[in-house]
């Protein structure tokens, strides 16, 4: 019975996702049609087998969703809408960069401050937010989206003080790390010269201890049980206020790593050319993959497959590469309400279940009374 139960539960919470996903192909279809477009192309195309070398950037671009949507989960398993971790991986990287590019220490152990540098300044970031949330009331989704465009113009004019200009590049950038202090890459792929980012072990620390933390710890439980009801948590002795700046501070955290791969790994530098946007795919991405350590790593995936696919959908089916934007889009949004269906399906199950189980007691009572 407990097997049986099991299994239906696993099928249910497969269900929701993969009703989410064919929604999204119907609804995609359907504007194709509208607008006139050759439906069938853009499928395969976007479906098609990827080459080797799409892999490694499919798998470069999860690797950073996969952090990023970390953060936004840990946020959102307190009941807190981080909407920050955009501007927060952003101070981040900057402040990284700079530190890193002076080079003070020698190769690893600078690797090592960069990565202490990002998270102070992503959890000294999320802390302002958290302490407007204690201390003043302010809501979380209003004082993270601010902080979001302060952000974007500090490091701006920041940026322009630091200021280091390649000779024959118009792009502004901090100044380059060393090769000492470069992250090397991972040859997953044989025969393929691009390479999976070194950082892809952090990507896999960092969902393995918010696993650890939130499921197997008396802080991680006290975070759940605030998470679902306040008062609940109060009456067991949790202190909410302390709960709430810690879960804030700990998202900024993991939120100031996201930009870790591209830093050392790609770009070496923090300038006008780093990769906007982060923050609110993880947040699709956290919900798509239910804040769940091991359905955040499909999330991330599938989102990066779709954005890498979606770069030929130009030469080869004449559509411009934003639809996948739409389908992306149409996937969360049916994911929430897939899930709430699903939700509710079980409610239903239970009722059944219980109903049936407290008639066949009744029946057993009645036949074991004494005439």
Wanted: proline residues 3%; positive net charge; aromatic residues 8%.
């Amino acid at each position: 019975m407990s097997d049986r139960f099991d299994l239906r539960r696993i099928l249910m919470s497969l269900a929701a996702p993969a009703l989410a996903i064919v929604v999204a192909v119907i609804v995609t279809s359907a504007i194709l049609v509208a607008a006139g477009d050759p439906v069938g192309e853009v499928w395969s195309t976007i479906l098609s087998v990827p080459r080797p070398r799409v892999v490694v950037a499919i798998i470069n671009a999860s690797i950073v969703y996969y952090i990023s949507a970390i953060a936004v989960a840990i946020g959102f398993r307190m009941n807190l809408f981080n909407i920050g971790v955009d501007g927060q991986y952003r101070i981040a990287a900057f402040a990284a960069a700079v530190v890193v590019g002076e080079a003070w220490l020698p190769g690893p152990l600078n690797i090592l401050l960069g990565l202490v540098v990002a998270m102070l300044a992503g959890g000294i970031w999320a802390g302002i937010a958290g302490l407007l949330k204690v201390y003043r009331g302010v809501s979380e989704v209003i004082s993270t989206i601010m902080l979001n465009a302060i952000a974007t113009i500090l490091v701006a004019f920041l940026l322009r003080k630091v200021a280091f200009r390649t000779e024959g590049s118009n792009v502004v950038s901090t100044r380059p790390l060393t090769e000492e202090s470069r992250v090397p890459g991972i040859q997953l792929i044989p025969g393929v010269s691009r390479e999976v980012y070194g950082f892809l072990f952090l990507a896999v620390i960092v969902g393995f201890l918010y696993w650890f933390i939130l499921e197997k710890t008396r802080f991680g439980f006290d975070l759940r049980a605030t998470g679902r009801s306040e008062t609940a948590a109060v009456a067991s002795g949790v202190k909410v206020k302390r709960m709430v700046m810690t879960s804030m501070v700990l998202s900024g955290v993991v939120a100031g790593l996201v930009g870790m791969p591209l830093l050392f790994g790609q770009d070496y530098s923090y300038g006008s050319t780093f990769q906007p946007g982060l923050g609110f795919a993880g947040i699709a991405i956290a919900l798509l993959g239910r804040n769940n350590a091991i359905g955040i790593v499909f999330a991330a995936l599938l989102w990066g497959f779709l954005e890498q696919q979606s770069n030929a959908l130009q030469i080869t089916a004449g559509v411009s590469d934003r639809l996948v934007l739409i389908i992306q889009g149409v996937i969360v949004l049916s994911v929430v309400i897939a899930y709430e269906v699903i939700r509710r399906a079980n409610v239903r199950f239970e009722q059944r279940k219980v109903a049936q189980a407290l008639a066949e007691q009744g029946s057993m009572t009645k036949e074991g009374a004494p005439a």
